[in-house]
């Protein structure tokens, strides 16, 4: 089994920052990609950026290009989010998303977070 935990949340003022971070613990093997999803009231989960964890290559939803910026650190499997310019139409849960081959598996498998709030006020 793998495990995501999310932190940094919380509430900021329209045009300010916050960094997302999760950690991914378990049974791993390999951690193929690592991403950020959200999920605003009453709208579908949509994503928000991934990254692939050996090359480093990165995709942004066309929303966040150039505000956000996700990373990792292979070494404690872990992958940050990095959000500037924050907007009252970012808030949402964010979860962390991770495709991930375990040690008992075939196949990689998603795994997901339990999501942590951001909310930004105008």
């Known amino acids: 089994q793998v495990q995501l935990v999310e932190s940094g949340g919380g509430l900021v003022q329209a045009g300010g920052s916050l960094r997302l971070s999760c950690a991914a613990s378990g049974s791993i093997r390999r951690i193929n990609t690592m991403g950020w999803y959200r999920q605003a009231p009453g709208k579908q989960r949509e994503l928000v950026a991934v990254i692939i964890t050996n090359v480093g290559q990165t995709n942004y939803a066309d929303s966040v290009q150039g505000r956000f910026t996700i990373s990792r650190d292979n070494a404690k499997n872990t992958v940050y989010l990095q959000m500037n310019s924050l907007k009252p139409e970012d808030t949402a849960v964010y979860y962390c998303?991770?495709?991930?081959?375990?040690?008992?598996?075939?196949?990689?498998?998603?795994?997901w977070g339990k999501g942590t709030l951001v909310t930004v006020s105008s």
């Open positions: 998303n991770a495709n991930v081959m375990t040690i008992a598996s075939l196949r990689p498998m998603d795994y």
